[in-house]
């Protein structure tokens, strides 16, 4: 008889919805989350409430489920370290160890390590604890500048000149609250392009690069309003994106291979999912930040094509032996419903109507996030409806006739992955690079 494997997920998002479908396709699905995720419950053989960052209690869970790999879903429980307790108690785990996770929970560390590696795609940053010696930096610099807490923010923290900073002036007046706060400021030049998300898996030594895919952040259709967790992002059949040349495509590849490189050679060996966040700049695709997982939304547009075993690949990244990943040649376009108000003040508590059936009909597929089993929004991104087609045009209006089934106080942004929001991100591509 042939064990199945007992796979543990921490997290229960959108994101993490789509990691459990493809860990359940070869492995029983064990889950520890902070709120019941009625897509996740429904693929898991046990779910226990807790808190993702408690990581004794999660380590409690996996001893007692007798766990064979666990597979970590967020950041904020691999800055706890929950890797580094995962393995040292016996259960090998999918994700970096506190220290390699500095490279998204300590912004300073991953512009020095990209400095001191000499790195491409860096930009020109420095840190202050001074309040007195930054102000005089950006004065000196005159260019616009962005601004960053060096932790975790969850998306909220940084602030760029000539978006939510009006200029430099105000920049300096948000730097100087951040070192009062925290003791530190991050102050990077400000890169002007149209971002992108690189994901990869990683061993620790070999890099298996994912299609790319592109984030919509603003809250608003036309790419205004706050700045959110992602609204939804799509992918291209080609694996690349309409306004990526080749070129650019090989020196990202090449910066996300330098810095597992340069993890290594730091003594901080990285292993896991590594997402690079670049801005495609006149001269090169620039890193914005890295992120220590995979990205929501992205994550519903690589994981549902990906035609290799997760459960094989985690366990080759853990072994350091990992050998390859296959995607299918498919387009993909990832909605999310998100409650009315959020981000800044959303409603909670009120039930949401999915017909799951008539979504399918359409041919769409549907992950859950934040909402409980009792389908009622706990505030954050409610519900992806995801599109998957040869043609990005299919698969934006899979999505477009699959949302429409879902009815309550939310919004969505109707223009993820539309023809005319393409072209106005090809058309700056061009005109920023004299084309
Ligand atoms: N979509 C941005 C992120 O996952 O951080």
């Given at each position: 008889?042939?064990?199945?494997?007992?796979?543990?997920?921490?997290?229960a998002g959108g994101r993490e919805n789509a990691i459990a479908e493809v860990?359940?396709?070869?492995?029983?699905?064990?889950?520890?989350?902070?709120?019941?995720n009625p897509g996740i419950?429904r693929l898991?053989?046990?779910?226990?409430?807790?808190?993702?960052?408690?990581?004794?209690?999660?380590?409690?869970?996996?001893?007692?489920?007798?766990?064979?790999?666990?597979?970590?879903?967020?950041?904020?429980?691999?800055?706890?370290?929950?890797?580094?307790?995962?393995?040292?108690?016996?259960?090998?785990?999918?994700?970096?160890?506190?220290?390699?996770?500095?490279?998204?929970?300590?912004?300073?560390?991953?512009?020095?390590?990209?400095?001191?590696?000499?790195?491409?795609?860096?930009?020109?940053?420095?840190?202050?604890?001074?309040?007195?010696?930054?102000?005089?930096?950006?004065?000196?610099?005159?260019?616009?500048?962005?601004?960053?807490?060096?932790?975790?923010?969850?998306?909220?923290?940084?602030?760029?000149?000539?978006?939510?900073?009006?200029?430099?002036?105000?920049?300096?007046?948000?730097?100087?609250?951040?070192?009062?706060?925290?003791?530190?400021?991050?102050?990077?030049?400000?890169?002007?392009?149209?971002?992108?998300?690189?994901?990869?898996?990683?061993?620790?030594?070999?890099?298996?690069?994912?299609?790319?895919a592109q984030d919509y952040p603003?809250a608003y259709d036309?790419?205004?309003?706050?700045?959110t967790g992602g609204m939804g992002s799509y992918s291209c059949?080609?694996?690349?994106?309409?306004?990526?040349?080749?070129?650019?495509?090989?020196?990202?590849?090449?910066?996300?291979?330098?810095?597992?490189?340069?993890?290594?050679?730091?003594?901080?060996?990285?292993?896991?999912?590594?997402?690079?966040?670049?801005?495609?700049?006149?001269?090169?695709?620039?890193?914005?930040?890295?992120?220590?997982?995979f990205g929501d939304p992205e994550a519903m547009n690589v994981l549902p094509i990906?035609?290799?075993?997760?459960?094989?690949?985690?366990?080759?990244?853990?072994?350091?032996?990992?050998?390859?990943?296959?995607?299918?040649?498919k387009a993909t376009v990832v909605k999310y419903i998100a409650p009315k108000?959020y981000?800044?003040?959303p409603?909670?508590?009120?039930k949401l109507h999915v017909d799951e059936a008539k979504i399918r009909e359409e041919g769409a597929k549907v992950y859950y996030a934040s909402l409980?089993?009792?389908f009622?929004m706990l505030?954050s991104r409610a519900l992806a409806v995801v599109g998957i087609a040869d043609s990005l045009e299919e698969a934006e209006r899979i999505a477009s006739a699959g949302i429409k089934h879902v009815s309550g106080e939310i919004f969505y942004r109707k223009d993820v992955g539309t023809r005319?929001s393409?072209?106005?991100?090809?058309?700056?591509?061009?005109?920023?690079?004299?084309?």
């Amino acid at each position: 008889m042939v064990n199945i494997m007992r796979v543990l997920l921490v997290g229960a998002g959108g994101r993490e919805n789509a990691i459990a479908e493809v860990l359940a396709r070869d492995a029983e699905l064990y889950v520890v989350a902070g709120h019941k995720n009625p897509g996740i419950v429904r693929l898991a053989k046990d779910y226990a409430l807790a808190k993702e960052t408690d990581v004794p209690r999660v380590l409690d869970f996996a001893l007692k489920w007798g766990i064979d790999m666990a597979f970590i879903g967020p950041e904020a429980p691999l800055e706890k370290g929950i890797v580094n307790v995962l393995e040292e108690n016996g259960v090998p785990t999918v994700g970096p160890t506190r220290e390699a996770a500095m490279l998204e929970t300590n912004k300073a560390f991953a512009r020095q390590l990209m400095e001191e590696h000499k790195i491409p795609g860096r930009k020109l940053f420095r840190v202050f604890d001074d309040v007195s010696e930054m102000k005089s930096w950006i004065d000196d610099f005159g260019r616009p500048v962005v601004v960053k807490p060096l932790g975790l923010t969850g998306g909220k923290g940084v602030k760029v000149v000539g978006y939510q900073l009006k200029d430099n002036e105000e920049a300096k007046t948000y730097a100087e609250e951040l070192i009062k706060r925290d003791g530190k400021v991050l102050i990077e030049e400000r890169t002007d392009g149209v971002e992108f998300t690189f994901q990869v898996f990683t061993d620790g030594k070999r890099v298996v690069p994912m299609p790319l895919a592109q984030d919509y952040p603003h809250a608003y259709d036309g790419d205004v309003g706050p700045i959110t967790g992602g609204m939804g992002s799509y992918s291209c059949e080609d694996h690349l994106l309409p306004f990526i040349p080749k070129e650019d495509y090989e020196k990202a590849l090449e910066t996300l291979k330098a810095t597992v490189e340069a993890m290594r050679k730091n003594g901080t060996p990285y292993k896991g999912i590594l997402y690079g966040q670049f801005m495609l700049a006149k001269d090169e695709p620039k890193i914005i930040e890295f992120n220590a997982r995979f990205g929501d939304p992205e994550a519903m547009n690589v994981l549902p094509i990906l035609k290799s075993s997760l459960v094989e690949i985690g366990e080759e990244i853990v072994d350091g032996n990992l050998k390859g990943a296959e995607f299918e040649r498919k387009a993909t376009v990832v909605k999310y419903i998100a409650p009315k108000g959020y981000p800044t003040n959303p409603v909670r508590g009120v039930k949401l109507h999915v017909d799951e059936a008539k979504i399918r009909e359409e041919g769409a597929k549907v992950y859950y996030a934040s909402l409980d089993e009792n389908f009622t929004m706990l505030g954050s991104r409610a519900l992806a409806v995801v599109g998957i087609a040869d043609s990005l045009e299919e698969a934006e209006r899979i999505a477009s006739a699959g949302i429409k089934h879902v009815s309550g106080e939310i919004f969505y942004r109707k223009d993820v992955g539309t023809r005319e929001s393409i072209a106005r991100r090809i058309e700056l591509v061009r005109a920023m690079r004299g084309e």
